[in-house]
């Protein structure tokens, strides 16, 4: 764990928490450098008092800024807020399907995801014929 002094409105404290060992950029698992940290303009309170931090990809090809924003878990730790900027995909299956095959509901939620993000090809690599 990391040790970071965070100003909360009122006073400083000391929050240990884990960097993000994995660039959304490139993907790659790294050590990222950290740039800045941002104070809280919130009193400090746990599971409610939040504050973000600044990385760069530790890679030379990427080098990559990126934010993180966690959010205090007790007095002195705090986890990172997992954030997904996919817009939602929302697929609505019968029950009586769901109750079938699990399977097939996974397959398609995962290609209406990759419809919504214009995927051409599936996966055995053809390219879809609705494109």
Known sequence: MNKINIDFLGYTKNIYLNYPNVCPHCGRVMSPKLVSVSN??????????SFSLTFKCSYTDCQKYFAVEYIATSESQARKVDYSYRPP????FPAKIMSLSNM???IYFQSAIAESEHFRFNCRGRVSESY
């Open 40 to 49: 809280s303009d919130q009193k400090f309170t746990p599971k409610h008092s």
């Open 89 to 92: 995909v929302n697929v609505n």
């Open 104 to 106: 097939f509901a996974s």
